[in-house]
């Protein structure tokens, strides 16, 4: 059985080329990056080389990247240390962020006496700018806000420009989880005026275990992993140098070939919705990720008009990978806190949600078949109905 993965947003397969770089450094640069000799020397000019050209992506200094392990160690981090060293009282978020971000904030509360600010987004998903300068204004208590770029769910892009220039006019702090959006689209820090940001290079086809904090150096924020003066102190332990030198390739191959790699996704993905609307009846896209001018044009959120919650054991029975919600929930009994913020109760109760994400290397051909696999399910589904309906 051939097998189609359709889970992208979740992780990305490696690029060869990726794989051909972190060898050759396994192989040859094994030194520790932190010695003073020329085989640790050679390890450290490898970093500093990526360094660089991730700065350069973003239009930073060099010393504002951090490699971290992931985007989740990245969001911890600006979150906890936000408050443990910049004096954060205060944090404004919503319900739609990656659990990470979502669970160090209540650890903040809970630990830390934290206040907690959610902006509820409406039925498509969207915050809306102005409750955030809002809630902005009502306190003056030194804030945190973190909201991020592209939704892991429904792909819906956040205006991360206008509300960091809110955050800057209202003297708060501004972070993004970035990591669905980061070398997929074009980000340029020197003009949107964000303190922190994060990145996990598995998701645009680099190695997992391998990420970077943007960290604006003018924040003044400080590390909680100590023990060592690696990454500007703000991340002690030895460095993962084949990781860090596959997260640069990754970024490389992405960002040179961006143009052509996004307009070949969002011709697959508009492909998708066509052939799903036409064929499914009753199916409705989540959010506005049917919508390719306000949504990240890897994910597309879809809900089936039944309620299944084996739907991706079905597919997967099929040869198909795809997700019910993001990598972080699945496997979880109950909605996750995206869905349950954009459906209605008896949308919860009746309807499927199923997320499809992409890269370039999907194919017409593998939507297709998830179509019929789909198509497949739906009409068995209705058969077990009508019979239970018998009984």
């Known amino acids: 059985m051939d097998k189609i993965y359709l889970d992208n947003a979740a992780t990305?397969?490696?690029?060869?080329?990726?794989?051909?770089?972190?060898?050759?450094?396994?192989?040859?640069n094994f030194g520790n990056p932190s010695s003073t000799h020329s085989y640790g020397q050679e390890a450290k000019i490898l970093i500093e080389?990526?360094?660089?050209?991730?700065?350069?992506?973003?239009?930073?200094?060099?010393?504002?990247?951090i490699f971290t392990s992931c985007g989740t160690e990245s969001n911890n981090m600006i979150i906890k240390s936000s408050v443990d060293h910049l004096g954060v009282e205060r944090i404004i978020t919503s319900p739609l962020e990656h659990k990470c971000v979502a669970e160090s904030v209540l650890d903040m509360?809970?630990?830390?006496?934290?206040?907690?600010?959610?902006?509820?987004?409406?039925?498509?998903?969207?915050?809306?700018?102005?409750k955030l300068e809002e809630a902005l204004k009502s306190s003056d208590k030194k804030t945190l806000v973190t909201l991020m770029h592209a939704n892991n769910e429904i792909g819906n892009l956040f205006?991360?420009?206008?509300?960091?220039?809110i955050c800057k006019a209202n003297h708060?702090?501004?972070?993004?989880?970035?990591?669905?959006?980061?070398?997929?689209?074009?980000?340029?820090?020197?003009?949107?005026?964000?303190d922190f940001a994060s990145c996990s290079a598995h998701k645009f086809h680099g190695p997992k275990g391998s990420g970077f904090a943007f960290i604006r150096k003018s924040s003044g924020l400080k590390g909680i992993i100590t023990g060592g003066p690696q990454e500007r102190s703000l991340r002690a332990g030895t460095e993962n140098v084949c990781g860090i030198v596959g997260l640069g390739k990754a970024l490389e191959i992405y960002v040179n070939n961006m143009d052509e790699f996004a307009n070949k996704i969002k011709e697959?993905?508009?492909?998708?919705?066509?052939?799903?609307?036409?064929?499914?009846?009753?199916?409705?896209?989540?959010?506005?990720?049917?919508?390719l001018e306000k949504s990240?044009?890897?994910?597309?959120?879809?809900?089936?008009?039944?309620?299944?919650?084996?739907?991706?054991?079905?597919?997967?029975?099929?040869?198909?990978?795809?997700?019910?919600?993001?990598?972080?929930?699945?496997?979880?009994?109950?909605?996750?806190?995206?869905m349950m913020s954009i459906l209605d109760e008896e949308e919860m109760e009746n309807t499927t949600p199923l997320r499809i994400s992409f890269s370039h290397?999907?194919?017409?051909?593998?939507?297709?078949?998830?179509?019929?696999?789909?198509?497949?399910?739906?009409?068995?589904?209705?058969?077990?109905?009508?019979?239970?309906?018998?009984?």
């Not at 990526?50 to 504002?64: C, I, K």
């Not at 708060?172 to 964000?194: C, G, R």
């Open 12 to 28: 990305t397969p490696l690029s060869e080329e990726v794989i051909d770089a972190m060898v050759g450094v396994m192989k040859f």
């Open 49 to 65: 080389k990526v360094r660089r050209e991730v700065a350069d992506y973003l239009h930073v200094t060099p010393a504002e990247i």
């Open 109 to 130: 509360k809970k630990r830390k006496g934290i206040e907690v600010v959610y902006l509820r987004p409406d039925k498509n998903g969207d915050i809306d700018l102005g």
């Open 159 to 165: 205006d991360i420009k206008k509300a960091a220039e």
């Open 172 to 194: 708060a702090l501004f972070h993004s989880d970035t990591v669905q959006s980061m070398a997929h689209m074009e980000l340029d820090f020197s003009e949107i005026p964000i």
């Open 268 to 291: 697959i993905k508009q492909y998708a919705i066509e052939r799903i609307a036409s064929e499914i009846p009753g199916v409705k896209f989540n959010g506005r990720s049917a919508d």
């Open 296 to 338: 990240l044009y890897t994910v597309l959120s879809v809900l089936l008009p039944y309620k299944d919650p084996m739907i991706g054991l079905k597919l997967d029975m099929k040869g198909i990978a795809i997700s019910q919600g993001s990598a972080c929930s699945s496997g979880a009994s109950h909605p996750s806190m995206v």
């Open 361 to 391: 290397f999907t194919t017409k051909e593998e939507i297709d078949a998830l179509v019929d696999a789909l198509k497949e399910i739906s009409v068995s589904f209705e058969i077990e109905k009508a019979n239970v309906g018998h009984r």
